[in-house]
């Protein structure tokens, strides 16, 4: 098992920056992509960024440029920069940890709250 925390959401004005953090504790060797997803009122749950143990990374169209992801193995924590926030960028952030072997169901984190007001 997998336990997943997010830390650093909030409200900031377009334009702003916010910094996410996901703490992971458990069986770490089980996972190895990690990454963020997001979800709008009224919208399905959507992809913002991952990142594996190697540190190769992946983003949405939407944030590329404004968004970097970054992980810290021996913390066993995953971060997002945003940057250029915008009221676009506004939702509920979970954090996930893709299982090593398949079949077995992704780890999520309760989520934090991002709100980007114009």
């Known amino acids: 098992q997998v336990q997943l925390v997010e830390s650093g959401g909030g409200l900031v004005q377009a334009g702003g920056s916010l910094r996410l953090s996901c703490k992971a504790s458990?069986?770490?060797?089980?996972?190895?992509?990690m990454g963020w997803h997001r979800q709008a009122p009224g919208k399905q749950r959507e992809l913002v960024a991952e990142i594996d143990r190697s540190g190769d990374t992946n983003y949405a169209n939407a944030v590329k440029g404004r968004f970097t992801i970054s992980r810290d193995n021996s913390k066993d924590t995953v971060y997002l920069q945003m940057n250029s926030l915008e009221p676009g960028d506004t939702g509920a952030y979970y954090c996930?940890?893709?299982?090593?072997?398949?079949?077995?169901?992704?780890?999520w984190g309760r989520g934090t709250q991002v709100t980007v007001s114009a």
């Open positions: 458990g069986s770490m060797y089980s996972v190895n992509t």
């Open positions: 996930n940890a893709v299982a090593v072997v398949a079949g077995t169901p992704d780890y």
